[in-house]
């Protein structure tokens, strides 16, 4: 209720301010001499104002305020934490101590280590280009069977003529013999006729060949762009010639710090709890060397030949990125054949034989024949025979499917009908995949991946030896005085955030001018920069703290990445860590009342314009400066100071192959002897 009443006390005091600029505008003024002086008189204009009464009476009509649509206007619910003293830790780097022992580097008598590493990337593009034209052809075989019957018939005429005088002469040849001859003459004639019936059988072949001309070109066109990249290194350890054996210690090397206490006095102090403080950072690190070669050992390949399936063969693909793996034979292909023939008359038959090619590592297991006919007569047919399996169909639709007996490489085919006018038949056999054909894939595949892995495998080691190698100087991570003003404006931007429960989205006050080139929108500037000055001038962000909190305080998915940060820097690496942070900022002495305001009722600067070098809220940019450049002021150190080990991820050579001993000193502290 207070702080109702509080704004409404502000509002009605900023009305009336308002209320008398408005009058101290509306009047109308004139000078006049009087004696030797100048008088000014003014006259004060009759307005709407007039007539409302304040004083117990009617409010006055407020005039339509709009939000400047330039900044936000939202506020976060944050209260100050108290007053308190400001103490602030500082810390000085006073030295380098050297810790544990991180490696030792044995090289015996009369021996010689080279450990050399060469890299070596090509790229190559390929392009291909390829046209395509179809090559079909379809033939029609017709044969036709005619048999025809030929009747001849002869006739033979035969005439027989003797003549006859009566001329008897008779004779006697010894005792024995006795002849006598006549002579008489006669004409006989006989006629002879004989029919010879001959069949003849003759078949008419027509073949008939529709043929569709397309030819398949290939044209292959190869671009090679070559990048090469060659890095040499070469890192020797030489005691061929020493006079014993030679140990290289290196020790963890830890910074040293000075830290004091000082206290700044009373101010307004502010806390913030802020989650996964590095969670954006993190993620413009991650993009900005997204680019980089990672260093991923391989898993090893186990896998025997005769364990290599189609259910686990593409998980090694993807994880050695092998490029020349096959898929495994398809279980099941098909392969087909057709005939057709027609256009004979009613005693012309049609017979056809094929061989099915069965693709290598299958063998048919089923076949399918259809038929379709017109026939002659009711009892026309159709005599099929596939690999050992024989049917008769008759006219019409038909289809007939059997079982085949696996028969490999190819499956015969033929046809024979009776009384058929036309018939066209469709052939499919069914093929399965052999065990064969798959023992000859996993073993193929198997080398493959092998090749792969190996490839992988030389790969990681030869990355892994160049980071060994360490040639030429190595410098990792950054400043640390740039990680710490990293830090700090990534801090300073989660509690600007807390505080104004806004996200910077609308802060665009730059647009994109002629020829593309950005230029300054100046309408949102002036907008904008009332609004950055309050806060960056509000709170003493120069004196920021804070301290990290474990991973395990922010979100689970991300712990194993947390974990895996490592950064030179030890703050810095804490920060990249941490699943929480812990803020706190002090508010500018002379400001705690305009950071109130702002907090009541989200206005800045009091409600009122920005201030003016007579205004308590002004802050002279040298000021600013000299603070952000660490400016003496009035704190006072409190307490004595200490010293404090922040371990490194630096390693250090030591000067003798000694191992290091430490010992108490006088004050209490180890150190190395």
């Known amino acids: 209720m207070d702080r109702v009443v509080a704004r409404l006390r502000s509002e009605t005091e900023s009305l009336a301010g308002q209320i008398d600029g408005y009058f101290a505008g ?31 009476g009617l409010a006055p009509l407020l005039p339509h305020i709009v939000p400047d649509a330039r900044i936000p206007h939202t506020r976060g619910d944050v209260a100050p934490a108290g007053m308190a003293d400001l103490l602030i830790v500082k810390q000085q780097l006073i030295g380098y101590q050297a810790a544990d022992v991180a490696h030792i580097e044995n090289v015996l008598k009369g021996e010689r280590k080279v450990r050399e590493h060469s890299s070596r990337r090509e790229t190559e593009q390929i392009t291909f280009t390829e046209t395509e034209v179809t090559t079909s052809e379809e033939r029609e075989l017709e044969s036709t069977s005619r048999f025809e019957l030929t009747r001849e018939t ?14 008897t002469v008779s004779g006697k040849y010894g005792p024995f013999v006795e002849f006598s001859a006549s002579a008489e003459g006669s004409i006989a004639r006989s006629k002879e006729e004989a029919t010879r019936s001959a069949a003849s059988f003759s078949q008419d072949v027509t073949e008939r060949s529709a043929r569709k001309i397309t030819e398949r070109v290939l044209e292959r066109s190869s671009l090679r762009v070559t990048n090469e990249v060659v890095e040499r290194n070469e890192h020797t350890l030489d005691n061929v010639a020493g006079a014993g054996h030679v140990s290289g210690v290196y020790q963890w090397v830890n910074k040293v710090y000075q830290a004091q206490m000082f206290n700044y006095g009373l101010r307004t102090m502010f806390d913030f709890m802020v989650p996964e403080p590095a969670a954006m950072l993190i993620q413009v690190m991650q993009s900005a060397h997204a680019g980089e070669s990672s260093l991923t050992k391989p898993p090893e390949f186990t896998l025997q030949p005769s364990q290599v399936t189609e259910s686990n063969y593409g998980y090694w693909v993807r994880v050695y990125g092998a490029t020349d793996v096959t898929p495994p034979p398809d279980v099941y292909t098909t392969v087909a054949d057709g005939y057709s023939a027609g256009n004979g008359d009613e005693k012309t038959d049609y017979n056809h034989s094929a061989q099915l090619a069965v693709p290598a590592g299958y063998a048919a297991i089923q076949g399918t024949v259809g038929v379709v006919s017109n026939a002659w007569e009711d009892t026309g047919s159709a005599d099929i025979v596939l690999g050992r399996r024989t049917q008769r169909l008759g006219s019409g639709v038909k289809l007939w499917t059997t079982a085949l007996d696996e028969e490999r490489g190819a499956v015969p085919f033929a046809l024979n009908t009776w009384r058929f006018s036309d018939v066209a038949v469709a052939v499919e056999v069914k093929c399965q995949r052999t065990s064969h054909a798959m023992t000859t894939w996993a073993a193929a595949t198997h080398a493959k991946l092998t090749t792969a892995y190996q490839v992988r495998l030389q790969e990681y080691e030869e990355k892994l030896a160049s980071l060994q190698l360490q040639a030429g100087v190595a410098i990792e991570g950054q400043n640390p005085a740039a990680n710490l003003e990293v830090m700090r404006d990534e801090l300073k931007k989660h509690c ?3 505080l104004t429960d806004q996200h910077f989205d609308l802060f665009d006050a730059i647009d994109t001018g002629t020829y593309g080139l950005p230029q300054l929108d100046v309408h949102e500037a002036a907008g904008e920069g009332g609004y950055v000055r309050f806060f ?16 395990f305080w922010g979100r689970k998915g991300q712990w194993d990445e947390r974990l895996a940060y490592e950064d030179p820097d030890p703050l810095f690496n804490q920060f990249l860590k941490a699943g929480y942070c812990r803020v706190s900022v002090p508010a500018r002495p002379g400001f705690e009342g305009a950071i109130d305001h702002f907090m009541s009722f989200g206005e800045l600067w009091n409600g009122g314009p920005l201030p003016t070098v007579s205004s308590p809220l002004y802050l002279p940019i040298a000021d600013e400066i000299a603070e952000r450049l660490d400016r003496p002021g009035d704190e006072v150190p409190q307490g004595e100071p200490w010293e404090v080990l922040v371990p490194t991820t630096l390693v250090k050579l030591r000067a003798d192959s000694s191992l290091p001993v430490w010992k108490q000193a006088e004050n209490g502290s180890w150190v190395e002897a």
Do not use: M
């Not at 002869?154 to 001329?167: F, M, Q, V």
């Not at 960056?536 to 991973?551: C, D, K, M, R, S």
């Open 496 to 498: 600007l955030s807390i």
């Open 536 to 551: 960056e001038q509000a709170w003493e962000w120069e004196h920021l703290t804070w301290i990290t909190y474990p991973y």
């Open 154 to 167: 002869s006739t033979t005429i035969k005439e027989d003529a003797s003549l006859k005088a009566g001329l």
């Open 26 to 56: 509306a009047r109308r003024t004139s000078v006049k001499r009087v004696g030797s002086s100048l008088l000014t008189i003014h006259t004060p204009e009759v307005t709407a104002w007039t007539d409302i009464l304040f004083d117990g």
